[in-house]
């Protein structure tokens, strides 16, 4: 079957940096997303990965290896507002999007 | 940027009756959209794949006679709930994209159903 995994809750401080890691398995592989969802509102795109390595934007950098099915999540110099869940998603051969669960992050002050 | 438009963003329904849900494409032009539901603390269910002028694809366990899905035009498609039961409360999200890719996708505000 297909699957993504990514932890289920997080905690940081404010101002530090976390990173959020996504693992999957799925049949093909057409490409990796990030996406940020407030609580009762839609996901917001954040990244997207097809190749190896590391994408930078901003305070958010996402990072992919598709030889180990790998991804994650960096967030830097985070703020109250990064309070949020994360999804990881990621479009398998057949291009359809399978998503993680995603990791709610909690920033402490 | 792509900004896509649901509405409503929130509505209470008696068992039974039926619920429109709209989702446009305001600035783009959308082949396919998507409709989604998430149940609270869970991952986003894809529910069915629509595609303007033709039939919307759903996915296994989905039904197609209760959730009706309407692509009239390149950026308007309706999910409508019919016969409405209170389990099928939920959080309801379009999305579509303006690359024949389908990357990456834009997400509407999403539609919060309450059946009582």
């Known amino acids: 079957g297909q699957n993504i995994d990514q932890p289920t809750e997080m905690t940081a401080t404010e101002g530090a940096i976390v990173q959020i890691n996504c693992t999957y398995q799925?049949?093909?592989?057409?490409?990796l997303f990030w996406y940020q969802q407030h609580a009762g509102e839609a996901p917001t795109f954040l990244s997207y990965n097809v190749l190896d390595g590391l994408e930078e934007k901003g305070r958010f950098s996402s990072f992919l290896s598709r030889s180990k099915g790998y991804s994650y999540l960096l967030l830097k110099e985070l703020q109250m507002k990064d309070s949020a869940s994360y999804l990881c998603a990621v479009k398998d051969s057949n291009y359809q999007l399978i998503w993680g669960a995603g990791t709610k992050l909690i920033i402490k002050p | 940027g792509a900004v896509v438009s649901q509405h409503p963003s929130r509505v209470i329904c008696k068992s039974g009756t039926s619920v429109k849900i709209e989702c446009r494409s305001l600035?783009?032009?959308?082949?396919?959209m998507f409709w989604y539901r998430q149940f609270p603390k869970q991952s986003l269910m894809l529910m069915a794949t629509s595609n303007e002028g033709s039939k919307a694809t759903y996915e296994q366990g989905v039904e197609k006679d209760k959730f009706l899905i309407n692509h009239a035009s390149l950026t308007l498609s309706t999910l409508t709930v019919t016969s409405a039961h209170p389990e099928d409360s939920s959080f309801y999200i379009c999305?579509?994209?303006?690359?024949?890719?389908?990357?990456?996708?834009?997400f509407g505000n999403g539609t919060r159903l309450t059946v009582t």
């Open positions: 999305s579509a994209s303006r690359s024949a890719e389908g990357l990456p996708l834009h």
């Open positions: 799925t049949s093909g592989f057409n490409g």
């Open positions: 600035d783009f032009q959308a082949t396919t």
